[in-house]
Antibody, heavy 126, light 107 residues
Framework: QITLKESGPSLVKPTQTLRLTCTFS??????????VGWMRQAPGKALECLAL???????RYSPALQSRLTVTRDTSKNQVVLTMTNMDPVDTGTYYC??????????????????WGQGAVVTVSS | DIQMTQSPSSLSASVGDRVTIACRPS??????LNWYQQKPGRAPVLLIY???TLQGGVPSRFSGSGSGTDFTLTITSLQPEDFATYFC?????????FGQGTKVEIK
């Protein structure tokens, strides 16, 4: 059974750096095709993809936030860490990590986030 | 980035109703379209991928259709547990953007 859980501070001050940890079980981040993604959702807004780290340590970032984001993994601990610098009140929201895999419809592969963590609420305020 | 537009943003329906939610990307995405369900305070749950393939364990009253720039999620015979917010997501090109969501409420 795959599970993921986000942890980190619930309150950060403007300009500070946010560090969130995703601790997972039920899969290995060294298995080909597997990834862990980070998404966030501001109150009343759409989900937004932030970053994605793959089984081969390849990384992808939201172009709009790339300069502020870093994603790393610790395969021995089954953890993925997201770091976001220079936090602002507009960054307030719920941050999710999710298991990325490829599912097939016939012969066609499709990228999905099939299992999500419960989310971590982050408030940016002085 | 590909913009995803869902309509309506919310709807009221009764148990047993047929519900249809539209999702329109700003450019052609073939069938690289996923649907998720999210209940208040809970994480999103994958319902459909590849525009029309039901994820394992999802009830058959859910169905998806479409390709290109026109997609639909249909719930036949709405059940009490289906009252939630539904999001579409394109995985045609990075970043994999989401629609703003459609909230299905009890009439």
């Amino acid at each position: 059974q795959i599970t993921l859980k986000e942890s980190g501070p619930s309150l950060v001050k403007p300009t500070q750096t946010l560090r969130l940890t995703c601790t997972f079980s039920g899969f290995s981040l060294t298995t080909r095709g597997v990834g862990v993604g980070w998404m966030r959702q501001a109150p009343g807004k759409a989900l937004e993809c932030l970053a994605l780290i793959f089984w081969d340590d390849d990384k992808r970032y939201s172009p709009a936030l790339q300069s502020r984001l870093t994603v790393t993994r610790d395969t021995s601990k089954n953890q993925v860490v997201l770091t976001m610098t220079n936090m602002d009140p507009v960054d307030t929201g719920t941050y999710y990590c999710a298991h990325r895999t490829v599912l097939y419809s016939g012969v066609w592969p499709y990228d999905v986030f099939d299992i999500w963590g419960q989310g971590a609420v982050v408030t940016v305020s002085s | 980035d590909i913009q995803m537009t869902q309509s309506p943003s919310s709807l009221s329906a009764s148990v047993g109703d047929r519900v249809t939610i539209a999702c329109r990307p700003s450019q052609i995405i073939s069938t690289y379209l996923n649907w998720y369900q999210q209940k208040p305070g809970r994480a999103p749950v994958l319902l459909i991928y590849g525009a029309s393939t039901l994820q394992g364990g999802v009830p058959s009253r859910f169905s998806g259709s479409g390709s290109g720039t026109d997609f639909t999620l249909t719930i036949t015979s709405l059940q009490p547990e289906d009252f939630a917010t539904y999001f579409c997501q394109q995985t045609y090109s990075a970043p994999h953007t989401f629609g703003q969501g459609t909230k299905v409420e009890i009439k």
